[in-house]
């Protein structure tokens, strides 16, 4: 009766890992610091012909980041990024004087600053070395910090 238990938690256990397929790889620095996570995300889509499997990655450039700040979407893409740093935001028409953009080192150096943040703002850090920065988006009295990871 043990062995006929065993051997079923195994075949469920199997078949469980089987199929859940994500796929998660982490990326590291020299000094051994993790830079980036890649998740990679199996779904399955269940269609007219019973399923259809779809791969979702997290590198991929129309992949975005977006949060609700102020009543606005914000998205922000690619993160981690090459160089170039996209931030939209949705509804920027009604936005407060009192809105900006800010890139900071993590020391707290000025790097990037927008007091007049449009619908697109292109954030250029191709110059910059590898590492962690912080964004900081205010829109009238709410703020919010975003970590960007430069490659």
Same mark, same amino acid.
């Given at each position: 009766?043990?062995?006929?238990? @065993? =051997?079923? /938690?195994?075949?469920?256990?199997?078949? !469980?890992? %089987?199929?859940?397929?994500?796929?998660? &790889? *982490?990326?590291?620095?020299?000094?051994?610091?993790?830079?980036?996570? @890649? =998740?990679? /995300?199996?779904?399955?889509?269940?269609? !007219?012909? %019973?399923?259809?499997?779809?791969?979702? &990655? *997290?590198?991929?450039?129309?992949?975005?980041?977006?949060?609700?700040?102020?009543?606005?979407?914000?998205?922000?893409?690619?993160?981690?990024?090459?160089?170039?740093?996209?931030?939209?935001?949705?509804?920027?028409?009604?936005?407060?004087?009192?809105?900006?953009?800010?890139?900071?080192?993590?020391?707290?150096?000025?790097?990037?600053?927008?007091?007049?943040?449009?619908?697109?703002?292109?954030?250029?850090?191709?110059?910059?070395?590898?590492?962690?920065?912080?964004?900081?988006?205010?829109?009238?009295?709410?703020?919010?910090?975003?970590?960007?990871?430069?490659?």
């Amino acid at each position: 009766m043990k062995n006929i238990l @065993t =051997i079923i /938690l195994l075949i469920l256990f199997t078949t !469980i890992c %089987g199929m859940s397929q994500n796929n998660i &790889s *982490f990326t590291y620095d020299v000094a051994g610091n993790r830079v980036s996570r @890649t =998740i990679n /995300l199996s779904s399955t889509k269940s269609g !007219i012909n %019973g399923g259809d499997t779809e791969k979702l &990655s *997290f590198e991929k450039s129309e992949d975005f980041f977006t949060e609700i700040l102020a009543e606005k979407e914000i998205k922000i893409y690619p993160n981690p990024t090459r160089g170039q740093l996209r931030v939209d935001i949705l509804g920027y028409e009604d936005l407060d004087s009192n809105s900006s953009i800010q890139v900071f080192t993590t020391g707290g150096a000025l790097l990037y600053k927008s007091n007049t943040p449009s619908q697109t703002n292109d954030i250029n850090l191709s110059d910059k070395p590898a590492g962690l920065y912080l964004m900081v988006i205010t829109i009238g009295s709410e703020k919010s910090t975003w970590k960007i990871i430069k490659q």
